[in-house]
């Protein structure tokens, strides 16, 4: 079964960037759409961000992030990026990646397969 494993979180102040690394093991991720999401205390999980498989296309969910948040993904290290950029009090949150097998992104996150269990992010000052 795909494993996924989320990095990077941590303590940020206002305006500080992350890069936050989605990895899997035994698994290539070529073949999946990986997809981010965020989930805040008391708050509906929601999504952030996807890129298709091939790594031609993104999708964003939250227009919030539109213009400070990019994903990439490096085919060679089998890993997924989210580099947050400029980042605010309100995107504090745990961030977890999921992966979907289909070349495109998908609409909604009940049609992802598969799940890390996320990595902190606290921005504060």
């Known amino acids: 079964q795909l494993q996924l494993v989320e990095s990077g979180g941590g303590l940020v102040q206002p305006g500080g960037s992350l890069r936050l690394s989605c990895a899997a093991s035994?698994?290539?991720?070529?073949?999946?759409?990986i997809g981010w999401f965020r989930q805040a205390p008391g708050k509906e999980r929601e999504g952030v961000l996807c890129?298709?498989?091939?790594?031609?296309?993104?999708?964003y969910y939250a227009d919030s992030v539109k213009g400070r948040f990019t994903i990439s993904r490096d085919h060679a290290k089998n890993t997924v990026y989210l580099q947050m950029n400029n980042l605010k009090p309100e995107d504090t949150a745990v961030y977890y990646c999921?992966?979907?097998?289909?070349?495109?992104?998908?609409?909604?996150?009940?049609?992802?397969?598969?799940w890390g269990l996320g990595t902190q992010v606290t921005v504060s000052s």
């Open positions: 999921a992966a979907d097998y289909a070349l495109l992104c998908p609409q909604y996150a009940i049609e992802y397969d598969y």
């Open positions: 035994a698994f290539t991720l070529d073949y999946y759409a």
């Open positions: 890129i298709s498989s091939n790594g031609d296309s993104t999708k």
